[in-house]
């Protein structure tokens, strides 16, 4: 399917399988466009059929020519900083990145350098795109792996509502203390903030629902860990940690959670990023390898 940028707008050679929709269609139906979104677009006049303004209702015609006012440069308070990415998939849409343990996600004030907001900054300027960062969901600092960022703001409001539909399937693995027993489960505790540290959570009745499913890779007897594959119904702070914790089974390394120090960062990696393109109508799936694990992981993982 056929997608090019030709300055801030991207246009599209409609494919059969979009004959017969309309404008509007395509947008709140396949795109899940924000109502603020699309109003903003009808009011810039950012979006043409074969280079003219026609009404939303259009029906849409194979091989017609949509044109869509997507790449208008946004304020930005994240500074543009060099630094080499592992880019494990890119496209006029979105960028998959395979982060590295110990970068912060984002900048906690405007001045801040050094995090991966800062280096898709950079890598998004230099082709040309000043849209506002917009990372899709979250990696704690010491967690490595797939993250998944939006190169444009209807982009971002489709790939939000994947993730609130959960039709974006997030794949982890993490190394355990102590050898667990049911090589299946899933984990139902809510978690809740810990009143007697900032920055801490736990499973609390108050809390919000937290669902964790695991499944054992792998035992190592002699060193009393467990490897496991594990995948979320819903994204809390710390969440794999807490449940891991709560269960008896902390992270390796996660000294927060219980975890001992025989590893320098919590043993957590975002191993696999799958979901249905929305823009260019194919199943995507990344695996990010890890370089800094305890353990190797290509024989659990063949590519």
């Known amino acids: 399917m056929m997608w090019s940028k030709k300055g801030d707008w991207l246009e599209c050679v ?10 509007e ?14 109003h903003q677009l009808r009011m ?16 849409l015609q194979e091989k017609d020519r949509l044109q869509l006012h997507l790449y208008n440069p946004e304020p930005s308070t994240i500074l543009p900083e060099y630094r080499e990415l592992s880019v494990l998939w890119e496209d006029e849409h979105l960028l998959i990145i395979n982060k590295d343990a110990g970068i912060d996600i984002h900048p906690s ?15 998004l300027q230099s082709q040309g795109i000043l849209t506002k960062i917009r990372h899709i969901h979250r990696l704690d600092r010491d967690t490595s792996g797939t993250i998944l960022f939006a190169k444009h703001m209807l982009a971002g409001t489709t790939l939000d509502r994947m993730l609130a539909k959960r039709e974006i399937k997030r794949t982890y693995v993490a190394l355990v ?14 978690i809740g903030r810990d009143r007697h540290h900032p920055t801490r959570r736990r499973v609390s009745k108050t809390g919000a629902k937290a669902v964790t499913h695991y ?71 990344c695996l990010a390898p890890a370089d800094d694990f305890p353990v190797d992981l290509t024989p659990f993982y063949h590519h």
């Open 177 to 190: 203390h102590g050898i667990i027993k049911k090589r299946i489960g899933t984990i139902s505790a809510p």
């Open 109 to 123: 004030e405007p001045s801040q350098t050094g995090t991966l907001a800062n280096a898709v900054a950079f890598h």
């Open 25 to 38: 269609m395509l947008l709140k139906e396949v795109w899940y466009a924000s109502k603020k979104f699309a």
């Open 215 to 285: 499944r054992v890779l792998h035992t190592f007897p002699n060193e009393q860990t467990s490897l496991v594959e594990l995948s979320l119904d819903t994204g809390r702070t710390h969440q794999i940690r807490v449940h891991m914790s709560y269960i008896g089974h902390p992270l390796v390394g996660d000294v927060l959670y219980g975890g001992r120090e025989t590893f320098h960062r919590q043993a957590l990696h975002a191993v696999k990023l799958s979901f249905f393109h929305p823009f260019i109508n194919e199943p995507v799936s």
């Open 14 to 23: 409609i494919p059969s399988f979009w004959q017969g929709l309309t404008i």
């Open 44 to 59: 810039q006049k950012g979006i043409k059929l074969n280079g003219k303004e026609v009404s939303w209702q259009t029906p």
